[in-house]
């Protein structure tokens, strides 16, 4: 499979699994946050991970699209006025902007068990593998996970963290970022039956991507335009938010960004497996900060 | 086990499940609301409806105290300003009083990961037993269940839903209340090897009980007082909100609460089980309005 064709499945899948039912609006909400346009990062991982364990990716596409689900609720709720107070999204109206503020609420709550509901409804999976793969999306969506990255994100915003700038930032990218890259590629090689090595590696592959891509963005909030990323740019400066860009300069993270994915093209070959897509998706990251 | 040995179990299991952890803002957050006083009702008929099918409710200690967990993320939510706007819960501040709102939805968040995450931590049971417990929990806690509710009621306030309003009535309090009671008594059942017309059974106790619970609630808004209550009262006529006593007046929800509570005994007496603790909790409902 190439990268289109894992984004096309997915945007088709989550197509499929988003059916508006009563009460619609809490549901038409889920689905347009869901199905803003996107990269699929997230599910093309976790079923790319599947694949290149020996899996069938068709196995985690309930996972992956579950992922995705994770994903878009995290966005709604950050972008709320009590948050990071976003208007836009992916180029489009943040969910709040366009169904409420009480709805986006209610939606990236429901999101938070629609996802995990979604597959036990579409995978065939067995129940010792349900359960870990569970307990992954447990860790990754809650308080060790991407909640802890944002709570320490916005006290760092408001002065509130003391302590070392260079861990906290570390720990900022790490929750808020790597931790649902990693839970993408983990669950795709448990449900491919990969062996603790192999799932230790390639956390290590997303530990490392998702800080790259996190750092990434931070250079893009500097120097891109609204046009391009499709959402409000120049805050993070403007905030004094904490950011590899605002600590190290703009040529430091550029240069810590193409050491990250140099290790990332190192352990993909230490893993012996041939994937053009994650290939495809380190230099997708290199050229975005390039152009 | 009596109701108060229940309640005193629970919360000595809330406090020891919930560490304050880093980042600790998060964790005390999460802390305060689950831990607020409450009559732990939930948690309790968890336990006990293991316990009269057979079941050691100790087993069921975990899931009880993570229905618990999953009550006050609706109350967290429930309590927020672009939502019920509440300053008080159980006699104290909201949580977004205490913490801030950013604060507010993410241990809202947070808790409908934690809670099935300690029932994993804790419990031992198996995994197809797991599956189960996650499925029933996934479809009270989201857009079937509470959130359903939620929606509904919202929609009604702002005058937004047309159609029978008795129908649209049954619908929020059978899913913003009765859906809680019923994962409750389930989970419990499931728990204990009850059989699927025991479950059956035991559902329709928790959604006769669940309404029965809410028309008492809606009673008491008309007739309490926040000293009694601990939360702002006499909002529902005020907001023109749909309850049973806007809608039909205070005579009548007092005749239908008897008779709900009547049905309920009849239940439990047709299951041929006995439980002080279920009559105590019947009791418990028709003396709230009585006093």
């Known amino acids: 499979m190439k ?27 889920m689905k347009y946050s869901v199905t803003l346009p996107g990269k699929r990062l997230r599910p093309v991982m976790c079923l790319e991970s599947c694949r290149v364990f020996g899996g069938n990716y068709e196995e985690a596409i309930p996972t992956a699209c579950a992922i995705e689900m994770l994903h878009a609720q995290t966005l709604i709720h950050d972008d709320l006025p009590c948050m990071d107070n976003d ?4 180029g489009k109206l943040s969910n709040h902007k366009v169904f409420g503020e009480a709805n986006a609420v209610l939606a990236g709550d429901a999101l938070l068990t629609f996802a995990p509901q979604t597959i036990l409804k579409y995978s065939k999976l067995p129940s010792d593998i349900l359960v870990k793969i569970f307990a992954e999306y447990f860790q990754a969506a809650g308080a060790y996970g ?5 709570v320490v994100d916005i006290e760092s915003e408001n002065g509130k963290v003391s302590g070392d700038k260079t861990k906290i930032l570390e720990y900022i990218h790490t929750h ?12 795709g090689a448990i449900i491919a039956g990969a062996t603790e090595e192999q799932i230790s590696i390639i956390t290590e592959f997303g530990q490392k991507l998702g800080v ?3 750092i990434a963005d931070d250079i893009l909030d500097e120097i891109s335009t609204f046009e391009e990323m499709g959402k409000t740019l120049g805050k993070d400066k403007a905030s004094g938010k904490l950011t590899y860009v605002t600590l ?16 990332c093209c190192d352990i993909i070959n230490k893993l012996n497996v041939e994937s053009e897509v994650f290939k495809d998706i380190i230099s997708g990251i290199e050229k975005r900060v390039s152009q």
């Open 212 to 214: 790259a891509f996190q």
């Open 248 to 263: 190290y300069g703009l040529e430091d993270a550029k240069h810590k960004l193409t050491c990250l994915l140099t290790d």
């Open 176 to 187: 808020k970022t790597a931790d649902l890259f990693k839970l993408s590629l983990r669950t």
């Open 3 to 29: 990268m289109n064709d894992y984004i096309e499945l997915v945007n088709k899948k989550l197509d499929e699994y988003m059916q508006i039912e009563y009460p619609e609006d809490i549901f038409k909400s």
């Open 146 to 150: 991407v909640i802890a990255g944002q």
């Open 87 to 90: 208007d836009f999204r992916r």
